[in-house]
C-alpha cells in the first residue's frame, strides 16, 4: 500500500484537522459535564442519606403502659428532636400517657436482656406508593419488593392494655443506655393457637414471622 503524502499547505487538510479537534473537544467537553452532573448528584444523595440517617436512627418506639385498661393500642415512632407547643407545661383533667417500647424476648430479638429499648425509624421511597405487612411470611408474594423481614410482635395476651400487631426486624437494634426496666409499651412473640386458627397449613404453638413489602 502506498503512504499518502500530506501536505500541510493543502487548506482541505488542515480544515478537516481542525473540524476533528474541535469535535473532539466537543465531546470532551459533554462527557466532563456529565461527569460533574453525575458527582453533583451523588454528592446530592449522600448528603440526603445522610441527613436521612441522622434524623432517623435515633428515633424511639413509644406507646402507653402495658397493663393499662385504657392504654392506646398502637406503637408509635418518636422523633429524636421533638418540639413542645404552647400547652407543654397544661395540667388539667385525667392524662394519656406516653412510654418508651421494651423487647421483652432477648433469646428473639438478639438483644442484652429484656430491658432494652426499642428505637425505631420511618422509611421513604421515590418508587414505591404502597406497603404492607404480611404475617406469617418471610418473603412477599409475585409482584412485590421486600423491605425487611422479622418476628411478628404485640403485647402479651395476658396483660390489660390492648396493642397491634406489629413486624420487628430481624436483626433489631436497641438504644444507647436504654437498659433500665421501665416496662412500658412492650414487644413479645406471637405463637399460633389451633382451632381457631386453620391447621394445616399453620402448627400449633410456634412463633410467626412476618415481612414488610412495597410495591
Known sequence: MRDKRILLSDPSYIQQELHDIQAKLQEYEQM?????????????????????????????????????????????????DPLWGPHKNLRSYQPAYMYGTEYEDPTLFGVNDYSEDAPCAVCRTSEHSTSVMIPARTECYAGWEKAYYGSLSANDANHKAASEYVCVDEHPQALTGGSRNDNGKLFYQVRTVCGPLQCPPYEHDKVLSCVVCLK
Open 32 to 80: 466532563k459535564s456529565e461527569f460533574v452532573g453525575l458527582q453533583t448528584k451523588s454528592s446530592s444523595q449522600a448528603a440526603e442519606i445522610s441527613t436521612l440517617k441522622s434524623q432517623l436512627a435515633t428515633g424511639y418506639t413509644g406507646g402507653s403502659y402495658y397493663d393499662s385498661t385504657g392504654a392506646a393500642s398502637n406503637y408509635v415512632c418518636l422523633p429524636p
